[in-house]
């Protein structure tokens, strides 16, 4: 295989571990020598609209979203059947669009 760049899908199940390992990861994508070009973070999408916008805020630079990162996933594992119903789920879901 000949790859020269990839993405880091973020795998910490940990909510405590979130910011530090996508902060991590952006640090090794501003890197020219990395071969992480850009992060998929792991968002805090079950927690509402409020918790995600804390989380983006905490990666932003002189006030805007690195530009390294690429995506969010949501980590549903132990969640409750229906949280994808809830209009919390939702708020947290809608909440990264306002933020480009």
Same mark, same amino acid.
């Given at each position: 295989?000949?790859?020269?760049?990839?993405?880091?899908?973020e795998?910490?199940?940990?909510?405590?571990?979130?910011?530090? $390992?996508?902060?991590?990861?952006?640090?090794?994508a %501003?890197?020219?020598?990395?071969?992480? $070009? %850009?992060?998929?973070?792991?968002?805090?999408?079950?927690?509402?609209? $409020? !918790?995600?916008?804390?989380?983006?805020?905490?990666?932003? !630079?002189?006030?805007?979203?690195?530009?390294?990162? *690429?995506?969010?996933?949501?980590?549903?594992f132990?969640?409750?059947?229906?949280?994808?119903?809830?209009? *919390?789920?939702?708020? %947290?879901? $809608?909440?990264?669009?306002?933020?480009?």
């Amino acid at each position: 295989y000949n790859i020269h760049r990839g993405i880091f899908v973020e795998a910490a199940v940990d909510p405590s571990t979130h910011v530090s $390992e996508v902060k991590m990861a952006l640090k090794k994508a %501003g890197d020219p020598d990395s071969l992480i $070009e %850009g992060v998929v973070a792991a968002i805090p999408v079950p927690e509402g609209g $409020e !918790a995600v916008r804390g989380f983006l805020n905490k990666l932003r !630079a002189n006030g805007k979203l690195p530009k390294a990162l *690429k995506g969010g996933r949501v980590v549903l594992f132990g969640a409750e059947k229906d949280v994808m119903l809830s209009q *919390k789920y939702t708020s %947290g879901l $809608e909440e990264p669009q306002a933020h480009g």
